[in-house]
């Protein structure tokens, strides 16, 4: 079995105890960050072997992994933080097994992108997830796309390019458009600001360096 297991996000708390009890219990734990996963599985007491699975070795390590899985092991994926296959490896993984007819389950927890989306204030449905925008080619038609839509949407933004997305947001969807920025979601400064897009850029202006992850969600057309 397969077991998709999704790790805190902030908050070292935000785990089941059925996800604690399936890294105890399988064969290895495919990691996309080891130092991270390391530093989880020490605070549980969990000794466990971690391999890396991450963006750049993923497509080599399939075989063996399906190869495992055939044969008959357990094996947990796990991203850095939150649910594996969101902004993070999973996917190819999960689409061969489903096409090899392997099995297995996702375990429900942290995703930022929900935190962010069930406490905004804009409504929870319908909505679009973006994920990360394109650094370069193709950034401003998935910009143009989104502002478009009738439907809330959800980003996932770095803390370097907040305030260029911001700009580039008010550019497509005006300033007036409601949105709410998350930052630093489960954790100590968690900050959830609910303003219209011009007065977010304008706050983050006059922040300087900002810090922390965030997710932006921007109420539809
Ligand atoms: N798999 C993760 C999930 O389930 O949310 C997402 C991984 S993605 C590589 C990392 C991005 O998620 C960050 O750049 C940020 O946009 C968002 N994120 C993750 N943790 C967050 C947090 N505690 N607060 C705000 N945003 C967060």
């Known amino acids: 079995m397969l077991y998709l297991v999704p790790t805190p996000i902030g908050d070292l ?9 399936v890294l105890r219990s399988v064969d290895y734990i495919l990691s996309e960050d080891t130092r991270t996963t ?16 991450h963006d750049f070795n993923e497509h080599g390590r399939l075989p063996a992994v399906l190869a495992d899985l055939k044969s008959g092991k357990n094996i947990a994926l796990v991203s850095e933080a939150g649910m594996p296959g969101i902004s993070d490896p999973g996917f190819l993984l999960v689409r061969a097994c ?25 409504p929870t449905e319908p909505f679009h997830f ?12 998935r910009l143009k796309y989104l502002s478009g839509l009738d439907c809330t949407f959800i980003l996932y933004e770095s803390p370097h390019r907040i305030l260029r997305c ?9 300033p007036e458009r409601p949105s709410a920025v998350c930052r630093e979601l489960t954790k ?16 983050f202006e006059n922040e300087g360096v900002v810090k922390g992850e965030f997710v932006v969600v921007v109420s539809g057309r």
């Open 38 to 53: 390391q530093f989880l599985l020490q605070h549980y007491q969990i000794s466990k072997e971690t391999r890396s699975f």
């Open 98 to 122: 489903r096409q090899e007819d392997l099995p297995l389950t996702v375990l429900p927890g942290p995703c930022a992108l929900i935190n962010a989306l069930v406490g905004s204030g804009i």
């Open 13 to 21: 708390e935000d785990i089941t105890y059925r996800a604690l009890r």
């Open 166 to 174: 911001l700009e580039e947001l008010i550019t497509h969807c005006g």
């Open 130 to 141: 973006e994920g990360f925008l394109p650094h370069k080619k193709g950034r401003q038609t």
């Open 188 to 203: 100590k400064f968690e900050e959830v600001r609910t303003a219209n897009l011009g007065d977010q850029k304008k706050y």
